[in-house]
């Protein structure tokens, strides 16, 4: 089981995730929300405009997250090498995790990060989070704001959601959960780790004839959602990886009979 790490600590796995930003402005406010709240690595994902003047004067005091961000070209590319990703989004969707409130989303992202990097993935300014970026997550938070007026700034939103990291990560171990380690738990897999048992999961459910690729209707997004609920561990993508090839192996035994 690993040692638990010290709040400023917890704080550094987190990854801000800004998802196809459209006003350098928000980007340069995110910067300053972030190292307000003891936050620094900020991630752009295919910003339209970066770096700019406005992100540095908006970013007044906090310059050097700014400058230190790492520019993405997917949402995949920025997740690399996490093991939770928690999207956040305003919208109710039929598929892809189910949103909780933002103080109890963020208290399980810190969880998470007892153990591995983790992030808080924001989406685009006007029209928010897609639905693939959302089933990227593993789980999701919604802030809860006035019902008839939802609408809050990018940068806002991520000052809200990294105090809410901070006071969570100040009162742990009170607030956070016990990740329920067993003596045969092995570490949570990455989003890597688990995008290549997607794809190979899709590849053999359209082999197979399981699945029309034509016509897919919402079985992968529905699988998604089982396995995300799931946390699946690095020796459980194994373990299934394995169970597809063998499934390959035996097909193709057939097929050359």
Do not use: W
């Not at 949570?188 to 290549?196: I, N, S, V």
Request: with cysteine; proline share 7%.
């Amino acid at each position: 089981m690993n040692q638990p790490i010290t709040p400023e600590e917890s704080l550094q796995r987190i990854r801000i995730v800004l998802s196809r930003p459209s006003h350098p402005g928000n980007i340069g406010a995110a910067a300053r929300a972030m190292k307000t709240m003891g936050l620094s690595r900020l991630y752009l994902v295919n910003p339209k405009s970066f770096p700019d003047p406005e992100a540095d004067a908006r970013a007044t005091g906090a310059v050097d997250v700014l400058h230190a961000a790492a520019v993405c070209a997917t949402l995949d590319e920025a997740l690399a090498g996490t093991i939770h990703a928690v999207a956040v989004s305003a919208r109710r969707r039929d598929l892809g995790p189910q949103p909780q409130p933002a103080r109890d989303g963020v208290a399980n992202l810190l969880g998470f990060a007892q153990q591995g990097e983790v992030a808080l993935v924001f989406g685009n300014e006007t029209t928010g989070l897609s639905n693939d970026e959302v089933q990227r997550c593993q789980s999701a938070v919604t802030i809860p704001t006035a019902p008839d007026f939802s609408s809050l700034n990018l940068g806002a939103a991520v000052q809200l959601l990294c105090y809410e990291a901070r006071m969570t990560a100040l009162a742990a171990p009170a607030v956070l959960g016990d990740p329920k380690v067993t003596p045969f738990t092995s570490p949570l897999a990455t989003l890597d780790e688990a995008e290549g048992f997607y794809a190979h999961l899709e590849t053999v459910m359209v082999e197979s004839g399981f699945m029309d690729p034509a016509k897919p209707k919402r079985l992968l997004p529905k699988l998604r959602r089982l396995f995300g609920r799931a946390g699946l561990e690095k020796d459980e993508v194994n373990i299934l990886r394995g169970i597809l090839t063998a499934t390959q192996l035996a097909e193709k035994r057939q097929k050359n009979r």
